[in-house]
């Protein structure tokens, strides 16, 4: 029996305890990290108009003789996937936290599998075997990103419940089964991001610092033989290191980044762009320093630096370690990405065919990048009528807030200094 309210009826269609679909609308708009999403649709906006710059380079390269694509015809294919790639990413933030952890552990799992596969059935592209072909082609290992970092949080919040549980080892052998399975395809690049996103997630555990820089020390070992054993990584760094020549990808994309100078040379009217290798993907960012200026250029990178903060500032005084370590993964995936992407057009870091994430055109690459940050934004969502007042990664730099031994009669504060949730109008 329901209590009686005077002058309120309940709707005959509403289940009794089950809210409708407007108010669950409601409750995520007020929960969403609205600031987050608009760093995001700002930045998949700009990528837009990038796109629409770096279209033509691309559509005249693969152009042939028998065929010859439209300017514009992988900014329409862009503006296509960009709409999907958004409804996906609207649809997972809209998860409770425990069903974003299930859907990325259920991620993790499938792409896993797909990952045994790859080398044996997977479809065969620019020397490498990284995509399956089902009704449309896709990286098992772009999907396995984010549910990769969901799960690794998982393993390592277990020693919350078990201090003695050995999750260092269990989520070390995890990525190392990750590394092993992405280098068949091969894919180097791909394979440090992973190790990347461990690291981060081992740092914020509080794995014990000999036996993690054991860790590194092994991991160093494998990339040294790496160089050896692996002709197109070998190959990559040597130019990279010998400085590459003219005619290369390594000093394309440094070339045409600072062509337009600070100011760029105007939307359509770039022409070293027209020489770029994947222009529309792995070096967008030098198609917008040719055409938009390097202060636009800047722009790109302080709105990264911008989501990176932003999640970190709703982390600093996070109480549940799962969501810290799942949403410092996350992030670490699209920051690290971005980085490396960057760090190769300015001819920094050897070229890695990764794109800059949010900004270059993709299909289920797209799908994928927006799907980690439905599940960023999921995992960070917060009643803002509750503040947290138990310890998070705040208090890694000071900034955690910690309840005062004082007011010995107040029933929120305990004499330990351990604090409940207060309840704010």
Known sequence: MQPYVPGKRQPAHMPKGKLSRWSELKIWWREIDRVLLLLVLLLMGLGTVAVAAASPASANRLSTSSETLNPLYFFYRHLAWQVLAIGTMLGISMLTRENARRFGLLLAAGMTALL?????????????????????????????????????????????????????????????????????QPDFGGTILFGGVWFVAMILAGIDVKRLGAVIGGVLAVLTAT???????????????????????????????????????????????????E??????????????????????????????????????????????LAGAGLTALLGGQAFINILVNLQLFPSKGMTLP????????????????????AITRRNPFLKSRTKGLGDLFGMGQTAPMKDQTNPIRSQTGSVRREIHP
């Open 279 to 324: 222009a529309h993907t792995d070096y967008i960012f030098s198609v917008i320093g040719e055409e938009f200026g390097l202060i636009a250029c800047g722009l790109i990178v302080l709105l990264y630096l911008a989501i990176v903060a932003r999640v970190l500032l709703r982390l600093i005084d996070e109480e549940d370690l799962f969501a810290l």
């Open 116 to 184: 045994f596969i790859v080398p044996f059935v997977g479809v065969e592209i620019n020397g490498a075997r990284r995509w399956i072909s089902l009704g449309m082609q896709f990286q098992p290992s772009e999907f396995l990103k984010p549910g990769f970092a969901i799960a690794t949080a998982w393993i390592l919040s277990w020693r919350m419940r078990d201090p003695n549980m050995p999750v260092a080892g269990i989520a070390t052998g995890y990525v190392a089964l990750i590394a092993a399975l992405m280098m068949m």
């Open 358 to 377: 949010l900004v270059s055109y993709g299909g289920s690459s797209t799908i994928a990048i927006c799907l980690n940050i439905g599940l960023l934004l």
């Open 227 to 277: 160089y050896f054993l692996y002709d197109n990584a070998r190959h990559r760094i040597d130019s990279f290191i010998g400085g590459g020549t003219a005619y290369d990808q390594v000093d394309l994309g440094a070339r045409t980044i600072v062509a337009g100078g600070w100011l760029g040379a105007g939307y359509g009217l770039g022409i070293r762009k027209m020489s770029l290798p």
